[in-house]
Structures are given as C-alpha cells and as structure tokens.
C-alpha cells in the first residue's frame, strides 16, 4: 500500500519526523513482533539520527585532549561527520557501539539542547581558546550544511522517480525496520497491503509500544 499521508506522520521516541503515516509503520513493525520488540527499532532510528553527532564530539574531544590545533580539530571532526553520514546514507546497519554512542547522544539532548554537544563546548575553551570552540561548532555547521545539500539532492532524485518525498529520516526508518527483518529471516520489504492494515496487525505493535514505554505511546495515541 502507499503510504497514506492523510493520517499524521511518526515521530521517533525523541522527535524525528519520519514521513510514514503511523499505521503503516506499526504495520510493519508488528511483523518483527515478537523477536524484536517495536520501540527497540524506533530508538534504533534515534541512534541513526544522531550518530553522527556523537562521533564529531568524541573526535573533537580526542583532538582537544590531545592539545591540537584549532584547524585539526575543524578538519578532524568535519572528516568524521563525513564518513559517518556516508557510512548511514549507505543503508549499512548500526553496530552495538555506534547504536550505543547515538542513543547516549539522543538521550543526552534535553529541550532540543545536546549536552554532549555542550560539554564539547566547554572542554574545546578550558583546554583550548575560543579559535578551538569556534573550530568544533564551524566543523558541525559545515557537515550539516554538506548533509542537507546532500539530502535535497537525493530527495529530489527520488520525487523525480517515484513521486514521494523522502528524507533521510525515514531512510533511516526504512534501514532500521529492513536490517531487523533480516536478522529474522522475513520479507524485509517495505509495502503494506490494505489487507494488512484492515486486520488491525498494527495494533499489537501499538500495544507492545505501551507495555514498554507508555509515555511514547500516549504520544502515539494522541496521533
């Protein structure tokens, strides 16, 4: 089935809009059930989106530690957000660690406020000067403005072919929904049928959700 936008899109466990309308998704996610449960899935979509992140601030943590220079640190952590975001963009699945630094990062990130991002702040002016703060904040500007150009570029590539309009975040729905279905062995494709919705399936991911986590469900349900 196409994805039915009349109903409001998801949004991950810490705010990513994912262009998926909600029963789609569950649809999908209630076929891992009960081998993977469907919040694990959704935080994996939250360590994609900010794996990158996590990996420039540890970076440019090591360069500082290490007392570099200002122009290290900028060409250090902006490399590092590059091969990351090359690495995710690739559709390769996250390993236990990089799933790990993202969560930490995700979770780490109060009132849309990173506090790794922060403390990277703070430590690049105690053991550096603001050339080095300037250097860590430039480095994450330039690759999130390579990330974007990169991103409208492709998204209009696939609105050219297929007519829909995808971003990264629901490639990373998508990457993060077939890499669970491959490690269990089923059709990791991504249409529901109309079948598939009717039979209410989706509804015991819902369910499964809040068991787990009823706060994010509440969300889901207000939807």
């Known amino acids: 089935m196409d994805n039915d936008m009349t109903f409001p899109p998801l949004r991950s466990p810490h705010g990513a809009r994912i262009r998926v309308a909600v029963p789609v998704a569950l649809a999908l996610l209630a076929r891992l059930l009960p081998a993977i449960r469907p919040f694990r899935v959704l935080r994996t979509v939250d360590a994609y989106y900010n794996i990158g992140a996590a990996y420039m601030a540890g970076t440019a943590a090591v360069c500082l530690m290490l007392r570099t220079a ?3 640190v900028f060409i250090a952590t ?5 091969l990351v975001g ?3 963009r690739s559709g390769n699945p996250l390993n236990a660690v990089q799933r790990f630094c993202g969560l930490l990062y ?3 990130t109060v009132f849309g406020v990173g506090l790794v991002f922060v403390a ?3 430590l690049a002016w105690y053991l550096g000067s603001w050339w080095h703060v300037l250097a860590y904040v430039g480095a994450r500007l330039a690759s999130f403005a390579l990330q974007m150009i990169l991103e409208f570029r492709w998204g209009k590539t696939i609105n050219r072919r297929f007519g829909a309009v995808i971003t990264w975040q629901e490639r990373y729905f998508f990457d993060a929904y077939c890499a669970a279905a491959i490690k269990l062995g089923i059709d990791a494709g991504e249409d529901v049928s109309e079948a598939e919705l009717e039979s209410g399936t989706w509804q015991l991911a819902l369910e499964d959700i809040r068991a787990e986590s009823p706060q994010y469900a509440s969300r889901l349900d207000a939807i």
């Open 70 to 72: 200002p122009l290290t």
């Open 120 to 122: 990277v702040v703070w």
């Open 86 to 88: 090359a690495h995710t």
């Open 78 to 82: 902006f490399l590092m957000g590059t």
């Open 106 to 108: 995700s979770d780490l």
